[in-house]
């Protein structure tokens, strides 16, 4: 655990409260908070590689409107999404029953603010798993690499769900990362996966914030991630009249994300991570959602 620019007696105690918060929960992880001003963090794990799950959809969406500010493509360009284009899982687009026309920066929003993952396909298929990576590395960003696009957690999970019901399937995903095997999900190995640590997230965070990111996509995208619609994780904990949260959360299987930025009211703004992959075999765990909300607060209260 690192606790980079601050007194290491306080931030330790309070590292070492949120460990205990977490693992109190049954999960494992990664937390960051850092504060946007200063510098100073807070960190637990943060180097560690997570397969991303939805948060991938972060820097898809800064990477696409990157490219559509640089001319690659319109915003306002319709996508056609049918039953061959359509990918499995989540809300939206998904439940379709006919074929719908979609601008693409239509998509882009649906992407984060409900974590589409048919609409994040149809991105991936203009701006490719490959060329999000190449705009983080060319943005200084390291931690963070996408290799593939949603809809193939959700293909692999199918085949596993073929021969197994879904229950079983999470128990041996669990059952394999506590034992360090392979995961009967290839899409869930950090060496195939869309895979990013905490720190890699921070640091894509803060760009987006401190102006590194043009403003003409840091905003937009600021805007969509203030509207985002999952508000059961760290949100309790950073909402408020006097703070406004913004993030991107992420769930597949045994993983928990949630990585974003709270700006206070006339006060400091903070990054917030938080990775974690949990050891109970269940889909809805409400104490994990709180814990790992708890965990990132106590962190947050020793830098503000």
Not at 85 to 91: A, D, H, I, M, V
Not at 98 to 112: E, S
Not at 133 to 149: D, K, M, S
Request: glycine share 8%; proline share 6%.
């Amino acid at each position: 655990m690192t606790v980079p620019g601050y007194d290491a007696g306080a931030g330790a105690s309070a590292l070492r409260q949120a460990a205990q918060v977490l693992e109190s929960a049954g999960l494992s992880g990664s937390l960051l908070v850092r504060h946007l001003g200063t510098g100073q963090e807070l960190a637990l794990d943060a180097d560690r590689l997570f397969p991303l799950a939805s948060v991938a959809k972060l820097p898809l969406a800064a990477a696409a409107l990157d490219a559509a500010h640089r001319g690659r493509f319109e915003l306002s360009m319709p996508v056609r999404i049918d039953d061959s284009s359509r990918s499995q899982g989540g809300p939206g687009i998904a439940r379709f029953a006919h074929p719908a026309t979609i601008a693409a920066g239509d998509l882009i929003r649906l992407a984060v603010e409900l974590s589409d993952n048919s609409a994040a396909d149809a991105i991936f298929r203009i701006v490719s798993p490959e060329e999000v990576t190449e705009w983080l590395r060319a943005l200084g960003t390291g931690g963070i690499i996408l290799r593939h696009p949603i809809g193939e957690l959700y293909a692999s999970l199918a085949t596993q769900a073929a021969d197994h019901d879904a229950a079983a399937v999470h128990s041996l995903v669990v059952q394999a990362d506590q034992q360090g095997h392979p995961s009967p999900l290839p899409q869930l190995d950090v060496e195939r996966a869309n895979a990013g640590t905490a720190r890699g997230l921070a640091d894509l965070l803060q760009k987006i914030w401190d102006g590194t990111v043009s403003p003409a996509v840091a905003a937009p995208l600021r805007e969509m991630l203030a509207a985002n619609v999952f508000r059961h994780r760290l949100a309790p904990d950073f909402s408020a009249d006097t703070s406004t949260w913004y993030s991107k959360t992420g769930s597949f299987v045994h993983l928990r994300h949630e990585a974003g930025v709270v700006e206070h009211t006339g006060g400091p703004a903070l990054a917030v991570v938080a990775l974690t992959r949990s050891r109970v075999p269940a889909v809805i765990q409400p104490s994990a959602e709180q814990a790992m909300g708890h965990a990132a607060r106590i962190l947050h209260d020793e830098l503000v």
